[in-house]
């Protein structure tokens, strides 16, 4: 017996051809190099082998958001520039530089604190300034930045290759915080002329801002979700020919009829007024499936749309059939995918648990298998 036959029937298929498509596709619709967005375990995806892959098909930098998932690429042997998104603590620049991760600097303190670091490992670091404009997250205020580009030009260790800042409201077309925030980081960006230096990288489109604002994408676009194949908002309007590039699939584990009247797992919350065929499948939220999915998901058997009842458990899941329905043990189970011509999307199980594609992707663990198909 293979380690494969050993293997849980509970598994993740990545499509790498369908990344990489989608990679090209945002690539010509932008005209401008892209900062794939990989954290949180590339969106579920799987960190190291969707990085390879996208390395391999010629990604020009790669995004992520704490140091440990860059050294993990870098360990990995990825060779690309890589660029920490999240907020920085002092203790952690020391172990940025030394693995060639390019930091966020989101004040003039932690300015200070790289430059007196590279300063005393002789070895420069390579920075991206953070504006903010609007997301109130990190960053310098954008009306108040020029003190804090004034020192980042000046600083003698530090590298200014990018400045950025993010968009709060971009996956919503019509919003209007959108050309607001555009305009300020404009604004912001003018102080690197008037002190005469060059202009570094300037990026601000997320994936909301690569489907509906062209003015974002300025010199380099930051795609995640849309990388994936996956809508930002059930309001994100379908401007890029993407495909979804995740399964999950499983089995059927175990076939019983459930009487009349007798109810299905933890709560007791559903009851067949008839005698009906029940299915389990071996997954549960202990996978990141989510429980709000209880008496509200739906899974592909057969070709057939079927609804999941009761409690989702931590491992286990059941599904009904119907008085009449059939199913085996070992019959596919597509939660996430296609089968026969019917598909279940994850911004549908989005919809249904009452939440966004994106904590869909990443609650997905890592005790479910990955496989990858294409590539
Ligand atoms: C996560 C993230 C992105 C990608 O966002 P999507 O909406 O998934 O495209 C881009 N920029 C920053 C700073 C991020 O944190």
Known sequence: MSEADNQRPTRIVVDLDALAGNLRTIRSHVGVPVMAILKANA???GLVRVAQHLQAQGAEQFGVAFLEEGIALRRAGIRIPILVLGGILGRQITQLIEHDLEITVSSLDKLR??????EAMGRKAIIHLKIDTGMERIGVHSETCAPFIEAAVAARWCVVKGVYSHLACADDPASRMTALQ???FRDACTHFSRLGAPMPIRHLANSGGILHFPESWLDMVRPGIVLYGVQPDPSSQRTLAVAPALQLLSQVVYFKVVHAGRPVSYGATWTSSVDTR?????LGYGDGYPRALSNRGQVLIRGQRLPIIGRVCMDQCMVDLGPHGTAYNGDDVVLIGQQDGQGIAVEDLAGWADTIGY????????????????G
Do not use: D, F, Q, W
Request: proline share 6%; no cysteine.
């Open 359 to 374: 904590e869909i992707l990443t609650r997905l663990n890592e005790r479910i298998p990955r496989e990858y198909r294409g």
């Open 43 to 45: 969106y579920g995806h």
């Open 278 to 282: 029940v299915v389990t499948i071996p």
């Open 182 to 184: 555009i305009e300020r």
């Open 113 to 118: 604190k790289v430059e007196a670091t590279a």
